[in-house]
């Protein structure tokens, strides 16, 4: 008896203690800098929150918080998600603020692409990039091409789930389905990823491997992660078989494609049998100019594929779960496609829309995705490096070579910008009393950044998003399993940690 009473002594002095340390550790919600070490304790304990305390800490601190690193390393860094700060970072003096070298260590395995550069380098980018995704040669093929993925891909695999009545993985299969559309647009190429076997993703595994690695790079002392990459252990070994595996995928679509082009100059140099981005790079195609190297090549495909892996398949599966905790939001959605969307039979029963221009007409689906963009974005931080001694609009200094993260995530859940029921999924929040989309300012709502740098394929991810949720919402039901816990991973990507498993049922069976 006595050893019980004892044994229940220490629990309850060692929750005492863990309670005091604790206390010690935060300053009247905020982390406290500790000498040395900085304020890498609050960190360590609250690694498995990480986007909460983020955003618990900028909501005590009036939007801007200085976070201390290490005092002998570079781990320090600015923390902002206050509008007037992010208008300022992204718009207002975005030339002073750059991705810098600093982001380069994050992120070198993109290479010299779009996301990396900096200055005339990324304006050459840029503009190829847009002239690609405005082109009439893509538009045109882009609808075709989605409908078929729809009704040849994602219909064939939901329709088996359905059918077998089998729990899957929704993040995966929406992840699945996004490659495969992004390679078709990117390379020309149909990997086949989305498919009943499931087959191995090769470039999503090492691309998850490498946004981990990018994220403990920023928030970790410099010296760690190098001694980590020199001795191949830990994140940094898994990184370095990422850049492998996306080097050895990449040359082996530029391989197929470059043959391809060849042999379709030889039998008919005027044929124009597909229209992709990498086609272009390699045919010198006015879209982006003479054919340039091919580490140039890979890195702007590999950054193509990057927006098409990372983005709106995440929204996607976000979506999912929050129209699971809010059933009348869906069954708004599903009115309003019957109401407004030509629909066309596949399979007998099923029906998918046949007109891609009525998706406009989707105000509340999109009102919808939207919201979810706020709650979670699919890129939760943004970052940049201060080339000069500046002042920001909130009064904070900031150096040159200051690092500074924008909270993205955080804004979504400030009350001083989007009200006291910020945390409550409500896509009429987006709706006006005409009953059109309320934009909202960049700065306020910056899910695809804002200013120069906003995101050139933004009404792409919301077209591809509004036709995969139409298709799936009007002919199946997703529960989604009870039990799971979902958060979010560690990472550059707000993706669940352990995906998000569900049932899916046709509804006209």
């Not at 929704?170 to 990117?186: H, P, T, W």
């Not at 020309?188 to 981990?212: H, W, Y």
């Not at 020199?230 to 990449?250: P, T, V």
């Not at 910056?446 to 799936?472: E, Q, V, Y």
Request: aromatic letters at 12%.
């Amino acid at each position: 008896m006595m050893a019980v009473f004892g044994y229940l002594g220490c629990i309850i002095l060692a929750i005492v203690f863990l309670r005091f340390l604790y206390g010690f550790i935060h300053n009247n919600g905020l982390p406290r800098n500790w000498p040395f070490v900085g304020m890498i304790p609050t960190l360590l304990l609250n690694l498995h929150r990480s986007h909460e305390i983020v955003a618990e800490v900028l909501k005590k601190s009036n939007g801007t918080f200085l976070y201390k690193g290490i005092w002998f390393s570079n781990s320090s860094f600015l923390l902002t998600s206050d509008p007037e700060n992010v208008r300022y970072l992204l718009c207002t003096n975005s030339s002073t603020y750059l991705k810098g070298s600093e982001w380069l260590n994050q992120f070198d395995i993109f290479g010299e692409a779009l996301f990396n550069s900096d200055g005339e380098a990324w304006k050459r980018h840029r503009k190829a990039f847009h002239a690609f995704l405005n082109h009439q040669q893509f538009r045109q093929s882009l609808s075709k091409m989605v409908q078929d993925h729809i009704e040849q891909g994602l219909v064939k695999v939901l329709e088996c789930v359905s059918r077998r009545e089998l729990v899957v993985n929704l993040q995966d299969l929406f992840v699945r389905y996004a490659f495969d559309i992004g390679c078709i647009m990117a390379t020309g190429c149909n990997p086949r990823v989305l498919s009943i076997e499931f087959p191995e993703n090769r470039f999503q595994k090492a691309m998850s491997d490498t946004m981990v690695a990018a994220f403990y790079r920023y928030v970790m002392p410099d010296t760690l992660w190098k001694m980590q990459s020199w001795l191949q252990i830990g994140k940094e070994k898994r990184r370095s078989e990422a850049w492998k595996a996306l080097d050895d995928l990449l040359a082996e679509f530029i391989s197929i494609q470059r043959e391809k082009s060849n042999k379709e100059m030889a039998s008919n140099p005027d044929e124009e049998n597909d229209f992709n981005f990498l086609k272009c790079y390699l045919t010198g195609h006015e879209v982006t100019g003479p054919t340039p190297s091919d580490s140039l090549i890979r890195d702007n495909i590999i950054h193509f594929l990057f927006a098409s892996d990372g983005t709106y398949s995440l929204v996607l599966t976000w979506f999912f779960y929050l129209l699971s905790k809010n059933p009348m939001v869906e069954n708004k959605i599903r009115e309003e496609v019957k109401r407004n969307l030509s629909l066309k039979e596949v399979g007998g029963i099923l029906q998918v829309p046949s007109c891609f221009n009525e998706l406009s007409k989707l105000t509340y689906l999109h009102a919808a995705f939207c919201e979810t963009l706020r709650l979670c974005p699919p890129v939760p931080f943004e970052f940049r490096t201060s080339t000069k001694q500046d002042i920001l609009p909130s009064g904070h200094r900031v150096d040159k070579n200051t690092r500074v993260l924008i909270g993205i995530h955080a804004m979504g859940r400030m009350e001083c910008l989007w009200g006291e029921d910020c945390g409550e999924f409500k896509p009429e929040r987006w709706i006006t009393k005409d009953g059109k989309i309320k934009r909202e300012a960049p700065s306020k709502f910056c899910a695809f950044l804002a200013g120069p740098r906003i995101c050139p394929g933004k009404d792409l991810s919301f077209f591809l998003m509004k036709a995969t949720a139409a298709a799936i919402i009007h002919n199946y039901n997703v529960h989604v399993i009870e039990g799971q816990k979902i958060t979010p991973t560690n990472s550059v990507f707000y993706q669940m940690k352990e995906g998000l498993m569900v049932s899916i049922k046709n509804r006209w069976t």
